[in-house]
T-cell receptor
Framework: DTGVSQNPRHKITKRGQNVTFRCDPI?????LYWYRQTLGQGPEFLTY????????KSRLLSDRFSAERPKGSFSTLEIQRTEQGDSAMYLC??????????????FGSGTRLTVV | SQQGEEDPQALSIQEGENATMNCSYK?????LQWYRQNSGRGLVHLIL?????REKHSGRLRVTLDTSKKSSSLLITASRAADTASYFC???????????FGTGTRLTIIP
């Protein structure tokens, strides 16, 4: 297992376009998290899944944002009608609920989105 | 929203010196974790301390937790150039393992 994989690493899009990011977690991890990080700030929680169920969504996740985790494996985060304020690093992390409490999250390298 | 705030926001020290970073948080917690982030990369888990623990060690890292003051500190001893990174504390307030991150401390080790 090579860890958490995120694609693409970088995405430049024009305002108003839709974008989709993918995250492949560690295979045995049942928890998957999405965070957003802007320059000089800490990661801000967006949403998380346990298996295929989306358990919580942040108020930051407007109706332009949607996340899925079909079959409890990989996850996608889609942003519709992108705005310049959506420019940020989008981070995915996974963990094993309960058994992994001593190990924290495993993060991917992130997808950097630039909206022009 | 950010649960924690790290202090200082930035820290520069000479290689070999010790680095101390502090984290304050607002609500009661189940556990507190520290992560490192190299520029433009994802975060790496360093250490976890539970609410009923006061101190924990891992290699050159020492973490303390004072739940009465809602604060934690991360000490890196004998710093190395490779320790240059941003360090974040993160709290699990609800016990459901969803983390809320602080604002981070940018640590620079001068060779």
């Amino acid at each position: 297992d090579t860890g958490v994989s995120q694609n693409p690493r970088h995405k430049i899009t024009k305002r108003g376009q839709n974008v989709t990011f993918r995250c492949d977690p560690i295979s045995e991890h049942n928890r998957l998290y999405w965070y957003r990080q802007t320059l000089g700030q800490g990661p801000e929680f967006l949403t998380y899944f346990q298996n295929e169920a989306q358990l919580e969504k942040s108020r930051l996740l407007s109706d332009r944002f949607s996340a899925e985790r079909p079959k409890g494996s990989f996850s996608t985060l889609e942003i519709q009608r992108t705005e310049q304020g959506d420019s940020a690093m989008y981070l995915c992390a996974s963990s094993l609920k309960g058994a992994g409490k001593g190990h924290g999250y495993t993060f991917g390298s992130g997808t950097r989105l630039t909206v022009v | 929203s950010q649960q924690g705030e790290e202090d200082p926001q930035a820290l520069s020290i000479q290689e070999g010196e010790n680095a101390t970073m502090n984290c304050s948080y607002k609500t009661s917690i189940n556990n507190l974790q520290w992560y490192r982030q190299n520029s433009g990369r994802g975060l790496v888990h360093l250490i976890l301390i539970r609410s009923n623990e006061r101190e924990k060690h891992s290699g050159r890292l020492r973490v303390t937790l004072d739940t009465s003051k809602k604060s934690s500190s991360l000490l890196i001893t004998a710093s190395r150039a490779a320790d240059t990174a941003s360090y974040f504390c993160a709290t699990d307030a609800s016990g459901n393992e969803k983390l809320t991150f602080g604002t981070g401390t940018r640590l620079t080790i001068i060779p």
